[in-house]
């Protein structure tokens, strides 16, 4: 058998497997409702050991053997994924602890999904590159503080895509031991973000400003040390929480302070790619020429596509090199579409599109930021 002959055996194969999977997870989703219905658990490692002792005697070449028990662990990874999808809901990754405003956050995205905390915005968003979760919820941006630039950087170096941006009204308070004055207070913890949208407030109580990973972990620390000099900038939740009183409501200085949340998944969901998407994301670099970035955006006008957003990062390898962040309105996939993303491509060496997505959605309820 030649190259191309092997080729189309392997074609063939996959057209049958692709049949056979959507038949199996058809069968997986009555096993789900079956588990739902009777609240068993999701994993039966003892079951999965017959099956995977039982099938695997059915490869006969001993060579081949080892590596169908992984095909067929795989798979059964697969459908548990797919379980867990079916009966909790998806398995969301957020940065930070419970009350941090990416909990927050996703907890009112995906309020039947099962949150998992990671300690960074780099470790959320690897866990879904690797198939721990399914999507994560990560600040992308923020009304008075400007953009979250790691966010942004794991955009640029990483898979993921964006099919969903939601925004959170953001309000700071100031939290303290119960029966404290905050004529007592001295330092404030809160991350380096909440620490800015209250720097007035900050700076006219004379407060010490030191910064955290997140705003629930400022509000976690002041309530295990226990301290009455010292209070943390978070949420409402936050207090409620940990323990803690609200000793003053809304510091921060924006009465409109707006998180925009972003959901990164492996692949884009049809809600993402309907004709009415709203706008998309591109990232692309330009060459390094007088005119460069005249240049990609002049493309994108000649198109007539609206550039409603358009921010630089540097790039970390390329010391005085930048690379491009834009928020485009329109429809990237139709004809005209199509047409302006080929043009860019022309003009841009690196250029891709992040995500779609066909409006912002606004998850009220006084929360917090990162």
Not at 190 to 203: L, T
Not at 283 to 304: Q, R
């Amino acid at each position: 058998m030649d190259l191309q002959e092997s080729r189309e055996v392997i074609r063939q194969v996959d057209e049958e497997m692709a049949k056979l999977f959507v038949k199996r997870m058809e069968a997986v989703r009555s096993v789900a409702a079956y588990k739902k219905e009777r609240g068993l658990p999701i994993e039966d490692k003892e079951q999965e050991a017959r099956v995977i002792k039982g099938r695997s005697a059915l490869v006969e070449d001993p060579e081949l053997r080892s590596f169908y028990v992984n095909f067929l662990q795989d798979t059964m990874d697969v459908s548990k994924r797919w379980q867990h999808y079916l009966m909790k809901g998806l398995k969301v990754a957020y940065s930070g602890v419970e009350g941090a405003f990416a909990h927050i956050a996703a907890g009112r995205i995906f309020p039947d999904g099962e949150l998992e905390s990671y300690p960074s915005f780099e470790s959320a968003y690897e866990a879904v590159e690797k198939g721990e979760c399914d999507v994560a919820v990560l600040p992308i941006e923020n009304s008075f503080a400007g953009e979250v630039g790691q966010v942004l950087d794991l955009m640029f170096s990483g898979d993921l895509y964006v099919n969903g941006v939601y925004d959170l009204s953001i309000n700071q308070n100031l939290l303290g031991m119960p029966g404290t004055d905050i004529s007592q207070i001295r330092t404030v913890y809160s991350h380096p973000q909440a620490i800015s949208q209250c720097r007035s407030y900050i700076r006219k109580h004379g407060f010490d400003a030191v910064s955290m990973a997140n705003t629930a972990l400022a509000a976690q620390k002041v309530a295990q040390d226990g301290d009455c000099s010292a209070a943390a900038i978070a949420s409402e939740e936050t207090a409620d929480l940990y323990g803690l009183q609200i000793l003053d409501h809304d510091i921060n200085e924006s009465k409109v302070n707006t998180t925009r949340f972003a959901v990164f998944s492996r692949v884009e969901t049809k809600m993402a790619i309907r004709k009415d998407a709203g706008a998309f994301l591109l990232l692309f670099t330009v060459k390094d020429e007088a005119g460069g970035l005249a240049k990609a955006v002049n493309v994108i006008s000649a198109y007539n596509f609206n550039m409603r957003v358009l921010r630089s990062r540097p790039m970390k390898d390329l010391p005085w090199h930048y690379y491009f962040y834009a928020e485009v309105e329109g429809d990237d996939s139709s004809e005209n579409g199509k047409r302006m993303i080929s043009a860019l491509r022309g003009t841009c060496p690196g250029l891709k599109v992040v995500g779609r997505y066909t409006a912002t959605s606004n998850i009220q309820q006084g929360g917090e930021t990162i």
